[in-house]
């Protein structure tokens, strides 16, 4: 049973049980509604200016060297993330892409185009699959997590560029504790740090905390994630700034422009209206989801929601029948998961079992749990079908190329670095 009382912000979907740290206002309204509302009031010209100010001491004057390193995927933002860094900022940036081996033919579509578009160089990282199976299943095991891999590759190989090659800025996205539930204000120009990405990346959980006695994993096989020390970092003066505290950010639009100017490719998901996020990844919006909505007591499709609701493209009473509509889907893939970690699909039910975190759900049977998170509290006159006003907003905002049907495309994960995939072109 659920212990804490809970509120919900007036704006939004969010509650108080989000796992970041949130607050709310003598009106209800949520700290991340509130530094949204900066998104209509700040200066942006402005803003840019001083991001420009920030990047040009980087740029090589002898172009001898990059100016600055972007990690990418195929798919959240990273075609606007070079498209700014490269034709609004004016620099030569190296490009970083650690390999998730979940990758979708559609991901790794939309990263070759984002290499041959805007004709930049690119590093991949391919850590040797044996050593990220193992920690795989023990994060699945113990923590009921397969995300913590990726994660922590994608915040540490930029780093360890960095420190090689000697390119001390790194630029990102949006900061999602900024975005989620407005942690800082955009005027914070908060930046990378070491402390953020451990407790909210990687959900408090470094890669040296993997080894313990009832883990067999080995130094060896945790090496790939270890953050670099201070000395190193403070030595090149590594820093990473995020592009959404001097841009103003908005993620639909941004990616409806990527799609028209650069061919960036969208498909549906199972779980979301939401045809641009995480279409690299057989798993984000799949186990990775359930496992979510098991542990925290709502999924994905909330945070699109709120984002949508916040932007103004949706209602608050819209957003609530998409979350009734998409939030219990059944996942996809799953099979996909368990032929690559070389598991036993029963292993994976009971361990999906064993993820229901029992604030949100109530055992009513062996195999048999019954929901009573957030989004229980919703009063909705929604069937189950998301009425004709809502499909034709989704339709005009969330273009996908309807040709791409992740199930139908491959039996496999496209496992690049260990064989080559079929590109859509
Ligand atoms: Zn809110």
Wanted: contains cysteine.
């Amino acid at each position: 049973m659920t212990t804490k009382k809970i509120i919900f912000c007036k704006k939004c979907l969010y509650t108080n049980l989000h796992p970041f740290s949130i607050t709310f206002n003598n009106d209800g309204i949520c700290s991340g509604c509130l530094i949204h509302e900066e998104k209509d009031n700040l200066d942006w010209n402005l803003r840019l200016q001083k991001l420009k100010k920030i990047v040009k001491p980087y740029k090589s004057k002898t172009r001898k060297n990059y100016d600055c390193i972007v990690p990418v995927t195929g798919a959240n933002d990273s075609h606007f993330i070079v498209h700014i860094v490269k034709n609004v900022l004016g620099m030569n940036p190296l490009l970083v892409n650690y390999n998730k081996y979940f990758n979708t033919p559609i991901g790794v579509s939309n990263l070759a185009n984002l290499r041959i578009k805007f004709d930049l160089d690119i590093l991949f990282k391919n850590v040797n699959m044996n050593s990220v199976k193992k920690i795989t299943k023990f994060t699945l095991l113990e923590h009921q997590n397969v995300y913590w891999p990726i994660l922590a590759g994608h915040t540490v190989f930029p780093l360890e560029v960095a420190k090689n090659y000697k390119i001390p800025l790194i630029i990102w996205g949006a900061h999602q504790g900024l975005e989620q539930v407005g942690m800082f204000s955009h005027e914070h120009e908060v930046e990378m740090s070491r402390r953020y990405r451990e407790n909210h990346d990687l959900f408090g959980m470094e890669a040296q905390d993997l080894i313990t006695i009832d883990s067999d994993l080995t130094e060896e096989d945790i090496s790939q994630f270890v953050y670099p020390d201070d000395k190193s970092i403070n030595e090149i003066g590594i820093r990473g700034i995020y592009l959404g505290n001097y841009i103003r950010w908005d993620p639909t639009s941004q990616h409806q422009l990527m799609v028209k100017k650069y061919g960036y490719k969208s498909c549906q998901l199972p779980r979301t209206f939401d045809t641009y996020d995480h279409v690299d990844c057989y798993n984000y919006m799949n186990l990775h989801d359930i496992l979510k909505i098991s542990k925290r007591g709502y999924s994905k499709i909330t945070d699109h929601v709120c984002r949508e609701i916040r932007h103004k493209r949706l209602t608050r009473e819209q957003g609530i029948d998409l979350i009734n509509y998409y939030e219990h889907k059944k996942p996809e893939n799953l099979d996909k998961f368990c032929d690559w970690l070389e598991i036993d699909p029963n292993s994976l039910a009971l361990v999906l079992n064993k993820s229901k975190n029992d604030k949100y759900w109530i055992q009513e049977d062996i195999n048999r749990f019954k929901f009573i998170g957030p989004s229980t509290y919703f009063k909705t006159t929604n069937n189950n079908e998301i009425n004709n006003d809502i499909k034709s907003i989704l339709d005009k905002e969330f273009v996908k190329n309807r040709d791409i049907n992740l199930n139908r495309e491959n039996k496999e994960y496209i496992l690049f670095g260990k064989g080559v995939g079929r590109l859509y072109e």
